[in-house]
T-cell receptor, first 116, second 111 residues
Framework: EAEVAQSPRYKITEKSQAVAFWCDPISGHATLYWYRQILGQGPELLVQFQDESVVDDSQLPKDRFSAERLKGVDSTLKIQPAELGDSAMYLC??????????????FGPGTRLTVT | GEDVEQSLFLSVREGDSSVINCTYTDSSSTYLYWYKQEPGAGLQLLTYIFSNMDMKQDQRLTVLLNKKDKHLSLRIADTQTGDSAIYFCAERPNQGGKLIFGQGTELSVKP
């Protein structure tokens, strides 16, 4: 069964350092999402892509976060500089953009970020 | 606004039924979802229901939707210890594809 791949699974970084996360969606899924999940809470959307275009980045802290999906397949989320409050699980999800399966959104295993 | 609320904890005995409840605020939501998250893992899509339905059954899982009261529930029949996890309710507002999640309900199944 196809899965969303993410790496690394765990990342520890010092504040003010740069950190990057990678996501490879399920093959054929044109829509890709990055969510942030703070411990004890539900995930919240950071950015949504359709192919290589950003559809929604209204909740992305653009002063320090950036996201790209240059060829419309895999994606990278970057934080620079990292702050203590960025410690969280970063989850990538993907879905089809058209057809009957549009509403099924599948998540990867996540990257657990700890900022010290 | 968009908001999803769930109770935080539920404890049941193995073999009993579990019922996890959720309320949401956006009446335009087209789909409502249940996800399962085990410790340190991502979210597993369990089931979802279209807003024009009031019930959906999938093996041990039954989803009930009361659109008038904006209330969603997930019933797990014959709950097993492997069902111990955090269960998230989510709504999909009419515009865009993002999901709005509740805080999650931690289900503890005791042998």
């Amino acid at each position: 069964e196809a899965e969303v791949a993410q790496s690394p699974r765990y990342k520890i970084t010092e504040k003010s350092q740069a950190v990057a996360f990678w996501c490879d969606p399920i093959s054929g899924h044109a829509t890709l999402y990055w969510y942030r999940q703070i411990l004890g809470q539900g995930p919240e959307l950071l950015v949504q892509f359709q192919d290589e275009s950003v559809v929604d980045d209204s909740q992305l802290p653009k002063d320090r976060f950036s996201a790209e999906r240059l060829k419309g397949v895999d994606s990278t989320l970057k934080i620079q500089p990292a702050e203590l409050g960025d410690s969280a699980m970063y989850l990538c999800a993907s879905s089809h953009t058209s057809g009957a399966k549009t509403y099924e959104q599948y998540f990867g295993p996540g990257t657990r970020l700890t900022v010290t | 606004g968009e908001d999803v609320e769930q109770s935080l904890f539920l404890s049941v005995r193995e073999g009993d039924s579990s019922v996890i409840n959720c309320t949401y605020t956006d009446s335009s939501s087209t789909y409502l979802y249940w996800y399962k998250q085990e410790p340190g893992a991502g979210l597993q899509l369990l089931t979802y229901i279209f807003s024009n339905m009031d019930m959906k059954q999938d093996q041990r899982l039954t989803v009930l939707l009361n659109k008038k009261d904006k209330h969603l529930s997930l019933r797990i029949a014959d709950t097993q210890t492997g069902d111990s996890a955090i269960y998230f309710c989510a709504e999909r507002p009419n515009q865009g594809g993002k999901l709005i999640f509740g805080q999650g309900t931690e289900l503890s199944v005791k042998p």
